[in-house]
């Protein structure tokens, strides 16, 4: 497998594979300054990420090829607080569970680093649990939800923003 830079044109041939089987979701707690996640079994649903028509200046995107074929990506950005952003991660269903996504994760490390940035934010949501137990296992953090960043769009509404974190150990994270 090879990581490397890639047109925005190209990425989005991997926008059809940016959808999963939602059978769990987390509900998630806060005790002090720690959250607590408890899984939730729930009527499975294909859930669907809506692409997205252009992407900012700033955007990187980076392909995950596997014999010459695009199996992922990764767009990551830098933000106003010297985090960088993994605004879009995607893996190819016939590549999911084969560590490309783990690939992508320490590529996006070594490129934030490479920034001079001091970690990495993404968003995703409570229903989306197999990345999120993927991003814990990468040394990412919850570091916070938002009830209602979803709330004015009817088909999603019902979803919790979830924000996670890394940070390399010099400054507190793993």
């Not at 995950?64 to 695009?70: E, P, R, S, T």
């Not at 607080?81 to 190819?92: D, F, G, P, R, T």
């Not at 783990?102 to 996006?108: M, P, T």
Request: glycine letters at 6%.
């Amino acid at each position: 497998m090879r990581i490397s830079a890639i047109s925005e044109e190209a990425a989005q041939a991997l926008d059809a594979e940016s959808c999963f089987v939602v059978r769990e979701v987390f509900n998630v707690s806060l005790a002090g300054k720690a959250f607590g996640l408890t899984v939730e079994s729930v009527t499975p649903y294909l859930k669907t990420y809506a692409s997205d028509e252009a992407l900012d200046e700033d955007c990187s995107v980076y392909g995950a090829f596997v014999n010459q074929a695009l199996a992922g990506k990764i767009v990551l950005s830098s933000t106003w607080n010297h985090l960088a952003q993994i605004e879009h991660l995607v893996v190819a269903h016939a590549h999911r569970g084969t560590g490309l996504a783990k690939s992508l994760i320490e590529f996006s490390k070594q490129w934030a680093l490479d920034h001079h940035l001091q970690g990495i934010r993404l968003e995703t949501q409570t229903n989306n649990v197999p990345a999120c137990r993927l991003y814990a296992q990468c040394g990412f953090v919850l570091g916070g939800i938002d009830l209602y960043a979803y709330k004015t769009q009817a088909d999603v509404s019902n979803e919790v923003a979830m924000y996670w974190y890394w940070f390399p150990e010099a400054i507190g994270g793993t």
